[in-house]
């Protein structure tokens, strides 16, 4: 079992940054493959980001590249999720998430991979 918890979320206007946190407990957080996901009302809920166990390997869907930057301190036992450039389309409840792949260099890219969830952050881009 493993314990996620987000920070970070607001209320921020368009063109600002955040950085969100998520912080793990309860197992060895280096077995995990994380990553965020948000979910607008209405919408399913996608993949922002995603990083391997080790990592190295690092995922991010098309909306997010060249303004999201996903990191994580193994010995904080935490992740991060940097956002640059906000858009009102960007407001979402923001979620963290952990999975354990195979392989050290993996990472699931769909909710279905993975089995630990926090309770999420609220993101709000105004215009």
């Known amino acids: 079992q493993v314990q996620l918890a987000e920070s970070g979320g607001g209320l921020v206007q368009a063109g600002d940054s955040l950085r969100l946190s998520c912080e793990a407990s309860?197992?060895?957080?280096?077995?995990?493959?994380m990553g965020w996901f948000r979910q607008a009302p209405g919408k399913e809920r996608e993949v922002v980001a995603a990083v391997s166990r080790n990592g190295l390997t690092i995922y991010y869907a098309n909306y997010a590249k060249g303004r999201t930057t996903i990191s994580r301190d193994n010995a904080k036992n935490t992740v991060y999720l940097q956002m640059n450039s906000l858009k009102p389309e960007d407001s979402a409840i923001y979620y963290c998430a952990a999975h354990t792949p195979p392989y050290s260099n993996t990472y699931g890219l769909t909710r279905y991979n993975y089995n630990y969830w926090g309770q999420g952050t609220q993101v709000t881009v105004s215009s």
């Open positions: 309860g197992r060895t957080f280096s077995d995990f493959a």
